[in-house]
T-cell receptor, first 111, second 112 residues
Framework: EDQVTQSPEALRLQEGESSSLNCSYTVSGLRGLFWYRQDPGKGPEFLFT???AGEEKEKERLKATLTKKESFLHITAPKPEDSATYLC????????????FGSGTKLNVKP | IAGITQAPTSQILAAGRRMTLRCTQD?????MYWYRQDLGLGLRLIHY???????GKGEVPDGYSVSRANTDDFPLTLASAVPSQTSVYFCASSNNGNSPLHFGNGTRLTVT
């Protein structure tokens, strides 16, 4: 059964304290792996798409990496405005309508 | 600004009542989706549509129906609401598998 597990569920960091969020996945065939940011009361906002093992994408303080079984979202020197819930999703290769979402990591960055 | 508009933003509904959640997109995406988001469960697909005139069932379709009369609109109807349908509902769209999902800001529905 296809599934996505994110860890940790919650993470508290001091401003400037780098860390990583994990997304482990099981899927019959991977079309793409997506990272989203979700602020309270808002819809998920797209960050990155990764398509194959070894691929990396960067945006400001965020870098996403992908292996055959998991993805990491590395946050370097975070700021309070990086506080949000980060969601991971995988899209099936053979049915592009099937996206499986993890339950997210809630990140809180203290000044 | 291009994107997805959902209405209403929030709603309290008595059990047994009928309710339609509205979703409109202006990005000319072919595919549209309805998800529900519940604490600890992540986003789960209710129904989807790949093009106007076609719809499909997702992971949790029971108690919900959709229609796709045109490219831009994708309403979700609860024919007879039950308390277990209390959730936050998100509409999303994509370019038929060639782009990530783009989400609206959701409708928070409480069924009492």
């Amino acid at each position: 059964e296809d599934q996505v597990t994110q860890s940790p569920e919650a993470l508290r960091l001091q401003e400037g304290e780098s860390s990583s969020l994990n997304c482990s996945y099981t899927v019959s065939g991977l079309r793409g792996l997506f990272w989203y940011r979700q602020d309270p009361g808002k819809g998920p906002e797209f960050l990155f798409t990764l398509y194959s093992a070894g691929e990396e994408k960067e945006k400001e303080r965020l870098k996403a990496t992908l292996t055959k079984k998991e993805s990491f979202l590395h946050i370097t020197a975070p700021k309070p405005e990086d506080s949000a819930t980060y969601l991971c999703a995988v899209q099936e290769r053979d049915d592009f309508n099937k996206f499986y979402f993890g339950s997210g990591t809630k990140l809180n960055v203290k000044p | 600004i291009a994107g997805i508009t959902q209405a209403p933003t929030s709603q309290i509904l008595a059990a047994g009542r009928r309710m339609t959640l509205r979703c409109t997109q202006d990005m000319r995406h072919n595919a549209m989706y309805w998800y529900r988001q519940d604490l600890g469960l992540g986003l789960r697909l209710i129904h989807y549509s790949n093009t106007a005139g076609t719809t499909g069932k997702g992971e949790v379709p029971d108690g919900y129906s959709v229609s796709r009369a045109n490219t831009d609109d994708f309403p979700l109807t609860l024919a007879s609401a039950v308390p277990s349908q209390t959730s936050v509902y998100f509409c999303a769209s994509s370019n038929n598998g060639n782009s990530p999902l783009h989400f609206g800001n959701g409708t928070r529905l409480t069924v009492t």
